[in-house]
């Protein structure tokens, strides 16, 4: 198995672009979770979905942010328009909807200059 | 408010050395505790805690909950300088929802 897999890796950006980060979830896993990692605030839950539909957003922090499973194999995270205190590394993460361990992608680092 | 907490923040010891981590934890309808462990890529699952009082073991890593008192620890004997990196606690409430994450401890072992 691949594991969860982000795309892109990296991403620099200047303000007020659109970001667009991407996840491919673990085949068979039901819930997927966005997070945000900082050295002031650690690891922060975003949003996450169960089977597809989006459960709990009340961790995004705000209507610049927006997330998308149009289907259990991939998701999207969109940031419009970006600023320099979204600057972080987003990971994604699934789980099998009955179990409780969640694996992460190799998350995303953002700049936002 | 649910909330996890870790300590110490951060720990230097020596290669050898035994270290123990602790995760407190206030939340309500309490499923399971994780530890995971980071280095410079992504978390990793380490183990999974549901019941009180039995240890889970993984080679030189083992964890222990006790549900009553509301913590964990997780022990680390004979410590490598590859165990350097941060542990993260972290708490399910409910199954199939996302993770309450402490702020982690960052291990440094030095040789």
Redesign the interface.
């Known amino acids: 198995d691949a594991g969860v897999i982000q795309s892109p890796r990296h991403e620099v950006t200047e303000m007020g672009q659109e970001v667009t980060l991407r996840c491919k979830p673990i085949s068979g896993h ?2 997927l ?1 966005w997070y945000r990692q900082t050295m002031m605030r ?4 975003l949003i ?1 979905f ?1 089977n597809n539909v989006p ?2 957003d009340s961790g995004m922090p705000e209507d610049r942010f927006s997330a998308k499973m149009p289907n259990a194999s991939f998701s999207t995270l969109k940031i419009q328009p970006s600023e320099p205190r979204d600057s972080a590394v987003y ?1 994604c993460a699934s ?1 099998s ?2 179990g ?8 995303t680092r953002l700049t936002v200059t | 408010e649910d909330k996890v907490v870790q300590s110490p923040l951060s720990l230097v010891v020596h290669e050898g050395d035994t270290v123990t981590l602790n995760c407190s934890y206030e939340v309500t309808n309490f499923r399971s505790l994780l530890w995971y462990k980071q280095e410079k890529k992504a978390p990793t699952f380490l183990f999974m805690l549901t019941s009180s009082g039995i240890e889970k073991k993984s080679g030189r890593l083992s964890s222990i909950l006790d549900k009553k008192e509301l913590f964990s620890i997780l022990n680390i004997t004979a410590t490598q300088t590859g165990d350097s990196a941060i542990y993260l606690c972290a708490v399910i409430v409910q199954a199939g929802t996302a993770l309450i994450f402490g702020k982690g401890t960052t291990l440094s072992v030095s040789s």
């Not at chain 1, 650690?42 to 839950?45: A, F, H, I, N, P």
């Not at chain 1, 409780?100 to 998350?107: D, L, N, V, W």
């Open positions: 039901n819930s979770f650690g690891l922060e839950l996450y169960n459960i709990d990971f789980s909807q009955t409780g361990e969640q694996y992460f992608g190799p998350g």
